[in-house]
């Protein structure tokens, strides 16, 4: 568990997950009037972790909790902070049900742990094999009780602490429904949740690349000094700026193999990499294209996903290219 604990600002902290490959998601901290947590990790030993770092600076467990958005990587730990008010936008407690419903994650890595099971799935799922051993290596999900969102809000929500304004901003959907920025402003801090990912590359889930560009320049008008991005380390708005260059990258390249009449995957196994071949796992690249193909064919905005099917062709993308398989 490679997980390091930075002051951002007077009263704003993050706890970063410094592998920064899939479910090392960080977590911030805003140290005012009972203090406040910003997602919480993707398992019960994370975040601990994360508590025990933040446990430095604070005077006592935080009251309040934000989730920036309802994947598992985010909400996971929210059962550590007994009683506290969890906030978040509207749409994410009956999300967290389903997407971070737990025992898919808990089944799959119990499965890859047992050799018989494993054998069985590896023809058939190579990536998903793969993507759960990875997991195994710094995750277990056991024991993960869903909390959700006790406090919930639209499109603006305020929290004035002792004289502190912070400012929940939603924004989705751009990466995932429940898409939500925390602005700081007197401390020019922004926690972005995964609308930004730090030299790692991006996994969106429900949304548009429109709605993304939009939040992206949103973020660049706050014209913070520090961004705690949802996943990978600190960063000033160059982070929104590379971010914005690869999404608009993807999705150009992806139009060209589209009109070409090329597959997703076989358009992820072509795109030039170029400067994102250095960022974490590469292959990745196959859900943005995926993405851009779901808007190019008009699918609907919160078409399901199959996860053992997208691990599969992160799989297959990362082989294509004679790479590293990592999610
Ligand atoms: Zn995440």
């Known amino acids: 568990m490679k997980m390091a604990m930075q002051q951002v600002s007077n009263n704003c902290f993050a706890v970063l ?4 490959r899939v479910c090392d998601a960080n977590s911030g901290f805003i140290n005012r009037a009972g203090g406040v947590v910003i997602d919480t990790q993707s398992d019960l030993p994370h975040a601990r972790q994360m ?3 933040f446990g430095k600076v604070w005077r006592g467990m935080p009251t309040r909790i934000i989730n920036t958005h309802e994947d598992g990587d985010h909400v996971w730990g929210n059962q550590l ?13 009956e ?6 419903n737990p025992e898919e994650i808990q089944k799959m890595l119990h499965g890859v742990a047992d050799l018989p099971t494993r054998q069985a799935l590896q023809s058939a799922h190579p990536g998903l094999v793969a993507a759960g ?3 195994r290596e710094d995750y277990n999900f056991d024991g993960i009780e869903l909390v959700l969102p006790t406090t919930v809000f639209d499109t603006c929500y305020e929290l004035d602490l002792d004289g502190t304004e912070v400012h929940l901003i939603y924004v989705g959907p751009c990466h995932q429904v429940g898409d939500t920025i925390i602005h700081v402003p007197n401390e020019r801090v922004v926690f972005t949740g995964d609308v930004i990912f730090r030299q790692g590359t991006p996994m969106g889930w429900v949304g548009t690349y429109a709605k993304w560009f939009q939040c992206l320049d949103l973020i660049l008008q706050l014209n913070p000094e520090v961004i705690v991005p949802g996943h990978g380390p600190l960063c000033g708005i160059e982070g929104v700026v590379e971010m914005k260059a690869y999404l608009q990258y993807v999705r150009d390249e992806s139009r060209k193999c589209f009109d070409e009449g090329l597959s997703a995957l076989e358009a992820a196994k072509r795109i030039e990499l170029g400067p994102y071949g250095e960022w974490r796992a590469p292959a990745r690249l196959y859900m943005n294209v ?5 808007e190019f064919r008009n699918d609907a905005p919160d078409a399901p996903w199959d996860h053992a099917a997208v691990f599969d062709a992160v799989y297959q993308v990362a082989k294509a290219r004679g790479i590293e398989v990592e999610y």
Do not use: D, T, W
């Open 17 to 20: 997950c410094e592998k920064n």
């Open 51 to 53: 508590i025990k770092l």
């Open 81 to 93: 902070f007994e009683g506290a008010e969890i906030i978040a936008h509207r749409s994410v407690p």
């Open 95 to 100: 999300r967290m049900k389903h997407v971070a």
């Open 133 to 135: 051993l990875q997991l």
């Open 290 to 294: 995926e993405r851009a193909y779901r």
